[in-house]
């Protein structure tokens, strides 16, 4: 077990590297985009504003010209103790609230479905490669990578015009309901299933395809190894050949990828926001990068990379468990 | 299983979501701003306009409102005013029996505190007021004195436009920049947050009013939409009420659902789009060249194909609408160069020695090519359908002019620090048509190319403006204004330094199932638009429900 413990630690090392070397990126990219943000925020009047209010935006933001390098230690220093500053486009807000006003929605409605699609995916893969040439392995595998080919914002525009709109099977807009208390209450809770259920459809069935196909094509590759030949020689049931021996061994390409991705999950799904009306990271980041909000570009950043890099940790230490190899 | 919960949960939502309200519960549903969720913010001093609409003209309110519809300033918190000292003192009379939403008196003081406040924190006088002003002090309790530091008369719109807040809570706040006020006490008709969550929030009726029997609408409601498609959807199926959306084709699209309630009303604003040249640029700083361009663009194929007709080609002058009683009498009779004449515009670069190549295409003496590129903001779609009109028009007459779209910010940097050819934007606005011609015409703003101007992007500027613009912000005497501002028409029309596009309108839609009394074309009292703050306190005050 110390073997594994100085891999855990190993890449523990590797990993704070990487998340001083994203958080430097994360200062130095904002900072090279034209424009400011006061010109934006002045601009957003249209010509309402008198063009001396330029000096009174400037003063409130506290915008320097201090030298970068001066402004990147604070920026560091600051990040250290967890204090992410203030937002310039929600204003005086702090950037940790706004960011917590569509975080839960996001990890609740992306890291639902991503955790649905992945498991399905990757069932149906296994399934599928088992009986590999059957009819369910002709059929899903051309239908779900044509449902995948879609762009999504038009599979999910047109589920939410018919089922939605034209159907009114589902609710237009939004993670509840207008007329539930927000708060741990049935009615909230059934509210905000029921408002879940398109969106995450949408999600699901666009991205089903890809953990379905990634499974199956490493199944086939186990199938044909030895000791698959062997467990069936013993008579094993062909469940326990299939899930216990085959699946287990080729699910950890599908594994690393799940990791990948569920860091990911708090980048939001901007389209899936957008067109339900939904609270999230995704329009956060879209808003923060359109009125060049420094602190809340920085702070989404932040946790996204931390996000990745945490998942990324953990799904070492589950491969260690799956994968004995590496315990050696 | 699945199947039994799906059901159970389709019933169950479907019982308490989407049952029609009953009309005395029905709140008032607005959309004004694009939102994922909401951030708790009612500071109507807030320099950065990150409150909640209607923070400055619904929970707060001004001393008066210029009804850009009448062209008139309606006394709100104030009841009348006036000029003394050769216009260096502004006395303001102060209305009585005002109560704050905490039942406290409203008086003079407050507005002489909020004056005040500004001095201090500069951060939030945007309207620069303490650049003219020497004091605010408050005579007796209806009566307060403005003192200028030197005579600017044009001041008064920013004095007048100034939501008051309420000396006894914001003398306690210690930063008041930094400061979300998020139990907002208010003098306005809405002032009792009744809800707040990320997606919705509600706005409760003042029960203090100073308006009798006024406001008849409970509450308002607000609910989070990120785009105009999903405020499109929640127009049509009757979930918004009152709203200030853009809708392609409105006619189809929105009132042939229900032509009984759908209404929408797009009034003209009185002010401008225009289509900015850059002056620094070495072809298009002659005035006759910019004029020829002007020539040759077709503006009512421009407003169609842009602007799905609603609204109209521009006046020479760049004011319409109820501005256009700033027109001078004799308006008619100078070069009217917004008219579409290709003939004229070709004739026009002829003689200053552009002459066509064997492609149609312009050049100079040189043999260079005239090129152009035109930069619009990427993803406004009215803005670039206009430019693209324009661009094919140009080239009929041997003008190669690219359409080229920026993102906002670096569109904005742009033309700040001058680095276009040319450029569709808006321009200063206010009560008068003084902001836009001192936008347009001023030597003040203009920077050297790569340093920002806050106005006067295109760097235009003659001598006799300055010294009109000088004896404008003196003046309180309406024929000495009438006089100045057809002057600068005059000097504008002379030098065409940014060229006018079409009229500017606002977009407003309204739903009057359970509302009526909205501000329509028969019944104008105000500008329909919920961003059309400060009037926006009128149409608040005045919805009734049916």
Redesign the interface.
């Known amino acids: 077990m110390s073997n594994s413990l100085q891999y855990l630690i190993r890449r523990l090392g590797f990993y704070s590297i990487a998340a001083w070397a994203a958080l430097t990126l994360n200062f130095f990219i904002p900072r090279l985009m034209p424009g400011d943000p006061a010109a934006i925020i002045f601009a957003r009047f249209r010509g309402k504003l008198t063009p001396e209010a330029m000096i009174a935006l400037r003063e409130t933001f506290g915008l320097t010209d201090g030298p970068l390098l001066l402004q990147y230690f604070s920026y560091i220093k600051s990040m250290f103790k967890g204090d992410l500053g203030v937002s310039i486009a929600y204003f005086p807000e702090p950037v940790a609230n706004i960011i917590s006003t569509g975080l839960l929605w996001t990890i609740f409605l992306a890291g639902t479905s991503l955790v649905i699609s992945f498991i399905i995916g990757t069932l149906l893969g296994a399934i599928i490669s088992w009986k590999r040439g059957g009819r369910l392995d002709s059929f899903l595998p051309p239908s779900l990578a044509f449902i995948g080919a879609f762009p999504y914002f038009w599979l999910a525009m047109l589920s939410l015009y018919i089922f939605g709109f034209k159907l009114e099977w589902f609710p237009l807009r939004h993670a509840y309901s207008d007329d539930v208390t927000v708060g741990l209450n049935i009615p909230f809770i059934f509210s905000s299933i029921y408002h879940a259920i398109l969106p995450a459809t949408t999600m699901i069935l666009v991205s089903l395809g890809g953990w379905m196909l990634s499974m199956r094509n490493t199944m086939l590759t186990t199938l044909g190894s030895d000791y698959i030949t062997l467990a069936r020689a013993k008579g094993l049931s062909s469940w326990v050949v299939m899930l216990k021996y085959a699946a287990r061994n080729a699910i950890l390409p599908n594994f690393t990828g799940f990791g990948m991705a569920l860091g990911f999950v708090l980048s939001g799904a901007l389209l899936t926001e957008i067109i339900f009306s939904y609270p999230g990271q995704g329009y956060l980041l879209l808003q923060a990068v359109r009125s060049q909000d420094f602190p809340l570009m920085q702070g989404l950043f932040m946790t996204i990379t931390l996000a990745v890099l945490a998942a990324n940790w953990f799904v070492d230490i589950a491969i260690l468990f799956l994968d004995p190899r590496t315990r050696k | 299983m699945l199947k039994t919960i799906?059901i159970c949960?389709?019933i169950?939502?479907a019982g308490?979501?989407?049952k029609k309200e009953r009309k005395e519960e029905r709140a008032l549903t607005i959309y004004q701003e694009n939102a994922?969720?909401?951030?708790?913010?009612f500071?109507p001093l807030?320099?950065?306009?990150?409150a909640r609409w209607p923070t400055s003209s619904g929970i707060y309110e001004p001393l008066f409102i210029y009804n850009s519809m009448r062209g008139e300033y309606i006394p709100w918190l104030c009841t009348d005013y006036k000029w003394e000292d050769n216009n260096k003192t502004l006395i303001m009379y102060v209305r009585e029996n005002v109560l704050w939403s905490d039942k406290t008196p409203f008086s003079s003081e407050d507005i002489a505190f909020t004056f005040n406040l500004k001095k201090i924190h500069?951060?939030?006088?945007?309207?620069?007021s303490w650049?003219y002003l020497e004091s605010v002090k408050a005579l007796n309790k209806t009566t307060v004195e403005f003192k200028f530091s030197r005579i600017y008369v044009p001041g008064f719109d920013?004095i007048v436009g100034q939501p008051i807040v309420a000396k006894h809570i914001w003398e306690k706040i210690k930063d008041p920049?930094?400061?979300?006020n998020p139990n907002p006490v208010g003098t306005g008709p809405f002032t009792e947050i009744l809800r707040f969550?990320?997606?919705?929030w509600e706005l409760g009726k003042n029960p203090n009013y100073w308006q009798p029997n006024k406001p008849e609408v409970k509450k308002l409601?607000f609910?989070?939409?990120?785009?105009n498609?999903?405020v499109t959807?929640?127009l049509i199926?009757g979930?918004l009420d009152w709203a200030g959306a853009f809708i392609p084709a409105i006619d189809r699209v929105y009132t042939k659902k229900n032509p009984e309630h759908h209404k929408y009303w797009f009034p003209e604003t009185g002010?401008t789009t225009f289509f900015y040249t850059n002056t620094m640029n070495k072809v298009l700083k002659d005035s006759k060249i910019r004029k020829a361009i002007s020539y040759a663009i077709d503006r009512s194929l421009v407003v169609k194909v842009g602007m799905y007709n609603y609204t109209e080609p521009a006046h020479v002058t760049g004011i319409s609408g109820k501005m256009a009683k700033w027109h001078s009498k004799d308006i008619e009779t100078k070069e009217n160069w917004v008219k579409y004449n290709p003939q004229l515009s070709n004739q026009i670069f002829d003689d200053a020695g552009y002459y066509k190549n064997k492609n149609g295409f312009r050049e100079d003496k040189n043999g260079d090519l005239l090129s152009f590129d035109i930069i619009v903001v990427s993803g406004w779609s009215d803005w670039i359908r206009s430019a693209q009109v324009i661009s094919q028009n140009l080239k009929k007459v041997g003008i190669k002019a690219k359409v080229k779209t920026y993102?906002?910010?670096?569109w904005?940097?742009?033309m700040?620090k001058g680095e276009f050819d040319m450029a569709i934007g808006?321009?200063?606005?206010g009560t008068t048509p003084f902001?836009l011609y001192r936008?347009m015409m001023s030597s003040k703003?203009i920077k050297p190319i790569g340093k920002?101007a806050?106005?006067n992007w295109h760097r235009f500027s003659t001598d006799e403006v300055d010294s009109l613009l000088l004896e404008f912000e003196k003046t309180s005497d309406e024929y000495v204004i009438k006089d100045i501002l057809h002057k600068l028409q005059n000097i504008f029309i002379n030098y065409a330094p940014a060229i006018p596009l079409f009229a500017e309108v606002s977009w407003a839609e309204c739903n009057t199932t359970y509302f009526t009394n909205f501000p329509s074309k028969n019944n104008p009292y105000a500008p329909l638009s919920p961003n059309s703050a400060p009037e926006n306190l009128m149409v608040l005050v005045n919805v009734e429900v049916r």
Do not use: I
Not at chain 2, 177 to 180: A, E, G, M, N, V
Not at chain 2, 223 to 227: E, Q, R, T
């Open positions: 799906l949960l389709f169950f939502s308490c979501g989407t994922a969720s909401w951030v708790r913010n500071n807030s320099t950065s306009g990150t500069k951060g939030l006088d945007t309207r620069d650049g920013a920049l930094r400061f979300s969550d990320n997606q919705v409601k609910p989070a939409f990120p785009s498609e999903q959807l929640a199926s979930d002010h993102d906002f910010g670096a904005m940097s742009r700040q808006w321009a200063e606005k902001p936008g703003y920002d806050d106005a």
